[in-house]
């Protein structure tokens, strides 16, 4: 991904977590609760198989609806 857009993203992913901030269900393995910057993060990189920086930029618009996704089914 371009520089451009691997900062729009990570503005996205850092808004995505703001929203998500306390929203996250419990999980045993964060007894102090979880990151919701990580988990966006880290769910693009599982979706993806990438770093949201290395993804191709003809694939910056399904990032994006899939953060969009994540927002709105926290889990």
């Known amino acids: 991904m371009n520089k ?5 993203l990570w503005k996205i992913i850092q ?3 703001d929203d998500l901030q306390g929203k996250l269900p419990d999980h045993p393995n964060h007894p102090k609760g979880r ?3 990580a988990h966006v993060a880290l769910c693009v990189k599982n979706k993806f198989k990438l770093s949201y920086k290395d ?3 003809s694939l910056f618009d399904d990032v994006v609806q899939y953060i969009e ?3 709105d089914n926290p889990s």
Request: hydrophobic share 25%; proline share 12%.
């Open 35 to 37: 990151n919701p910057y």
């Open 15 to 17: 808004q995505a977590g």
């Open 55 to 57: 993804i191709p930029d």
């Open 69 to 71: 996704h994540l927002k």
């Open 4 to 8: 451009e857009n691997a900062s729009k």
